[in-house]
């Protein structure tokens, strides 16, 4: 196994109703292999960053066996930047900036070392940097997901399905899944998604948990019903991370163990919320994971037989 | 053991984006009651309807094990009538029509036979009809649940605490749990439900499931993501029924069997919106409902060791 993610390191501003931030670190990329590196301890980043970048966060990720060879620095640039400012309910948010910077003319560099990497997370970025980097990739994964996003939809649709006719997992929410196929009912859905290509499809419904479809198979993981949602940024990223980590470290892509892998993901989300950006996940142990999904066991297990 | 429903018995008349119906049979302990009917093979009902009632209908009831002397029927007087449009979306609906009638000076008489009723199941009616019925009880049930709604809150907030505090178990949906509490999240809502005097509380959220919740368990019961919900109505009620059905039927009040019964209930709602008012209910077999809670049973379990 080597897992190789794709996806934005960046800076991030929050403003949720329990406080705001200055700048901090973020981006798809970095919670999604911040999440995975509890499950596999070695693995890949392609991403891009400004010299205005931290090295000391390169260090942290080093030290987690994040490899940042494929991590372009690019001399002079700046990283790329989000504000968003949430509203009261958390579950709908503007974007206040969104300045480009480095990832406006990216250009994803797959280096040797990671060409036999096995598992391929596609954070959410263009879907034309997406597909160049399973084209430039030698030999065909034995797994490759896909995360995007409602905007892809509105200014590139015919690239996205094209990304995602090449990926075996696609991961969106209930809205993108509506606004992707014109269907209201998830089931039919995802119906439709799976003839575009994936052969598996994880509708995330926030707050009211995630759905897992293959062609003849439905799982249903329920959320962690929170007293407080902190901060939701980063949430479905560290899903992934966690969803791949699993998968990657088990190298089982049954249907049981994608299970399994959605409730790890739900796992490492739930924890991501309860405090700004990364800082909760910087702070988990392998011991808080465990308790966390036995706590998503307890929750939606039953017996039928008395 | 043996249940009573207290609940309209009523006309409905529903529009929804898939037809129209005109007056059918529909109401509250109607929904309840057929939905028990499944596990209980004799039960109580207390209602009232006027002579306008077809006598096939009671004569249907009966014939499914619901003994109707407690349901009043008023000579010279009209059913409590309602009729309603669904949006396109199922989840809203706007009401045409509340015709009272008989429900407007209801008072419930508890017969004799029906004393010694053990599980008593309060339908959505006015909290003042619901608690007579409770004080009319000589000795107290062993499990008494409760539905409500906004309705109630809105006009008769004080009536409703009250009996809110009699009964067991308060069933309500998400949006009710939050006016009735002033909290947004549903677990914080239901802690202060829980201080109000149930010893449980279920949240029922629609296609997202249902929590039901104790001072110190959680469980959260998936829903069956439907590709097509045809009328939503009766579906809560058919919840209660087949919830607290399964309850009577296995006089086994703890977390773990409450778990199971909110399983069978969702499974007789699953039903209950294939079909215009209670018209899958009354096709149902015992089979059907074999394979739907193995259904909700695939669709949620999972093992976390491979």
Chains 1, 2 share one sequence.
């Not at 999604?32 to 400004?50: K, P, Y």
Request: proline letters at 3%.
């Amino acid at each position: 196994m080597s897992l190789l993610t794709v996806g934005s390191v960046a800076f991030d501003a929050i403003e949720t109703p329990f406080g705001k931030t200055d700048k901090i670190v973020g981006g798809a990329g970095t919670y999604i292999s911040l999440a995975s590196s509890f499950f596999v301890g070695q693995q890949n980043i392609i991403s891009v960053v400004g010299s205005d970048f931290p090295s000391e966060v390169l260090d942290e990720m080093n030290s987690r066996g994040i490899d940042t060879d494929g991590l372009q620095i690019k001399e002079g640039e700046k990283t790329f930047f989000w504000s968003g400012k949430y509203h009261n309910d958390m579950n709908s948010r503007d974007t206040l900036t969104t300045e480009l910077n480095v990832l406006e003319h990216f250009d994803p560099i797959v280096p040797a070392s990671y060409q036999d990497s096995s598992y391929v997370m596609l954070g959410n970025l263009s879907p034309l940097v997406q597909s160049k980097v399973v084209e430039r990739m030698e030999n065909r994964p034995k797994l490759i997901a896909m995360d995007t996003m409602n905007f892809w939809m509105d200014i590139a649709m015919d690239d996205l399905k094209k990304t995602i006719s090449m990926v075996d997992v696609l991961i969106l929410n209930d809205e993108e899944a509506r606004q992707l196929t014109d269907e209201y009912a998830l089931v039919t859905a995802a119906k439709k998604i799976l003839k575009m290509g994936p052969s598996h499809v994880i509708v995330k419904k926030g707050e009211h948990g995630a759905l897992l479809f293959s062609v003849d198979q439905m799982f249903f993981a329920p959320a962690l019903p929170l007293a407080e949602v902190f901060d939701p940024t980063g949430a479905g990223d560290t899903f992934a991370g966690g969803f791949m980590g699993y998968i990657a470290s088990t190298e089982d892509r049954s249907f049981e163990n994608l299970k399994r892998a959605v409730i790890y993901g739900s796992a490492m989300a739930s924890f991501c919320v309860e405090k700004f950006g990364t800082q909760r996940l910087l702070e988990v142990t392998q011991e808080d994971i465990i308790n966390r999904v036995k706590e998503f066991s307890d929750l939606s297990s039953f017996d039928l037989n008395k």
